[in-house]
């Protein structure tokens, strides 16, 4: 299969191509002046063959990257940690190594796995737990609250409901039209703020001048 790949290749073969089937040994292969829709370039190699892309500058390479699936690791060399910098923060991949390969998947503090394409989820230590843990999210409302709901968040959605609602989040009553159900779901969370105090009833005055 890697020996197929480098006979289809339109790339220039700086050294390699030593081969030995029988000892399953083979050269590492460098290639230049490889194009996007190279053999080389449209599956994972999984061999020692490096194909080289030519690209005019920094933003080309990160084009050429981010026109393609994420890739499980990206590795970047450069003296210039602007320029490492810039790298991360305008490409995605499920890991990335600057000026060294490889070591950022031999640290356990560090997850490894990839994202879209490359994978998805994360082992090493408790990334491996979190992976295969799932975050259930769990609700349980009292029903104390219902006699507050009924007034204030199910229908009819009335002015003095409106008026109310609005008066709470600090706004001008006024307001009319299909917004009125937005609103009132918006509330919601702020109602839950003061439910204590709805329950303890200091706002009853309050609530029966508007209702």
Same mark, same amino acid.
């Given at each position: 299969r890697l020996q197929s790949l480098l006979n289809k290749s339109k790339g220039t073969l700086m050294t390699g191509r030593e081969m030995d089937a029988e000892s399953r040994f083979m050269e590492l292969s460098? #290639?230049?002046?490889?194009?996007a829709d190279d053999e080389l370039m449209k599956d994972e190699i999984f061999g020692p063959i490096l194909p080289i892309v030519p690209v005019a500058d920094m933003d080309g390479a990160i084009e050429f990257i981010n026109q393609r699936e994420k890739p499980l690791a990206l590795y970047v060399f450069s003296r210039n940690s602007k320029f490492i910098n810039h790298v991360i923060q305008n490409t995605s991949s499920g890991s990335v190594c600057a000026n060294d390969t490889?070591?950022?998947?031999? #640290?356990?503090t560090l997850p490894f796995g990839g994202v879209g394409a490359s994978g998805f989820g994360a082992y090493h230590g408790q990334f491996t737990f979190e992976t295969f843990?799932? !975050? !259930?999210?769990?609700?349980? !409302?009292?029903?104390?609250?219902?006699?507050i709901n009924k007034r204030l968040r199910y229908p009819p959605y009335t002015d003095g409901k409106m008026n109310f609602t609005m008066r709470l989040l600090g706004k001008t009553p006024g307001a009319r039209g299909s917004g009125k159900i937005l609103l009132l779901v918006s509330a919601a969370v702020a109602l839950l703020a003061v439910a204590a105090i709805f329950v303890r009833g200091d706002v009853a005055p309050l609530m029966k001048r508007f209702f």
């Open positions: 460098v #290639l230049t002046d490889v194009k490889v070591m950022q998947h031999a #640290l356990e843990s799932h !975050r !259930r999210a769990c609700l349980v !409302r009292k029903q104390a609250m219902e006699g």
